[in-house]
């Protein structure tokens, strides 16, 4: 038996792409959507430096900096920064979930598996990509986000709260990610592991020692591996 009862999702990268979501965005903006990943990665960046140093500043803040500093860049001398950053959370919102996440979902739930997510967006985001991916709202658990927390992940704080919320013992939670950090964090806090490797890139790190109890392509492979749960 694995002692795992419940699921942690995390939702930016692992259940959508944010890079197929923001890329229409930037060319809206006038901005190279080439530019995505730098985007993206600088906002990570300064968030969890920021978050390092003992200061929440929610996903808003950060993506709206970066946003203005790549309008300046471009040649808009006066950005409207907050209708840019309305526009990027809309489509991150309105993301398309990765083929695999509604059946193995689905799967997951019907192995008795809680379906629960912890993500460095919202909340609200977190249910509008898990639902428009066929998994029913009404089975799903808690929605937790960073904002609830006050604490971004990678930061203990954040894994520990949702455990907290959960009302159960770390190793009954099963951290399921596409990011090796995030996925190294939550073990680090007692939680078990799950990577998920999205592309033919990004395998487990090989600076990261221990390794997560699950290393898969698929939510659905993450299903077939893990054993019904008993009553």
Known sequence: ?????????????????????????FVDLGLDPSLVELFWESTLKDAFATQMAGHFQPLREFASHHLYKLMLKAGDP??????????????????EPFADVGPGLKALQAKGYEINALTNGSAALAKAVITRSGFPERKLGAL????????????????QWAVEKLDLQPYEVLMVASHAWDVFAAMREGLQGAYIQRDDIEHWPGYIKITPR?????????????PELED
């Open 214 to 226: 699950y290393s898969v392509r698929s939510l659905e492979e993450l299903a077939e591996k893990l």
């Open 1 to 25: 038996m694995t002692g795992i009862k419940a699921i942690l999702l995390d939702v930016n990268g692992t259940l959508y792409s944010t890079k197929e979501a923001l890329e229409p965005v």
């Open 78 to 95: 006066m950005p409207n920064v907050s209708e840019a950053v309305d526009k990027v959370m809309t489509a991150l919102t309105a993301a």
């Open 144 to 159: 937790m986000d960073i904002n609830m927390a006050c604490a971004w992940k990678p930061a203990a704080a954040s894994y």
